[in-house]
């Protein structure tokens, strides 16, 4: 009786350090899915806080005219954002620029003077915003239309 003898080796099994295909795709989408649930959530938020820097624009423009009132007696008679912000800017009271709509849409700020009063207006996007509460209500405010004193007033308006 012979012996046969077999010769063995060990062979290793290769086994890749990854994921797959579908491992790869079942986790981008749902990282996708919480990503938009968790935008759709933040959008209020976001429009509060627009609205929030649209009060606080107008606050700083009134501040800017009230010093222009300070040093000429007259608010400017302008009528447009632009002239009124060259007005500003050339008085010599220290402001360099007036701000624009947080947006960057075709929504701006509004101006209107009798020389001794102004009004100045936003449009805000939250109709529940309770700045809107103490704001000045009325269709033609020293030219501006500042909306009815109702729950569908979206014009934020100060007068001075």
Do not use: H, W
């Not at 295909?21 to 919480?34: K, T």
């Not at 009132?69 to 360099?96: D, H, Q």
């Amino acid at each position: 009786m012979s012996k046969i003898y077999l010769k063995t080796t060990n062979y290793k099994l290769k086994t890749s350090a990854g994921f797959t295909l579908i491992e790869v795709l079942i986790v981008v989408f749902i990282i996708g899915l919480l990503a938009s649930v968790v935008l759709v959530g933040l959008g209020a938020f976001r429009q509060r806080g627009r609205d929030a820097r649209r009060v606080a624009d107008l606050r700083s423009i009134q501040n800017a005219l009230e010093l222009y009132y300070s040093k000429n007696g007259v608010y400017p008679s302008t009528r447009n954002l632009v002239s009124l912000e060259s007005e500003l800017v050339n008085a010599g009271i220290g402001v360099s620029n007036i701000p624009n709509d947080p947006s960057g849409g075709s929504a701006t700020y509004q101006y209107a003077s009798d020389d001794q009063s102004y009004v100045l207006r936003a449009d805000l996007e939250d109709k529940n915003n309770q700045v809107l509460k103490e704001d000045v209500d009325g269709s033609d405010v020293i030219g501006l239309d500042c909306g009815p004193d109702s729950d569908d007033d979206q014009y934020y308006c100060l007068r001075f």
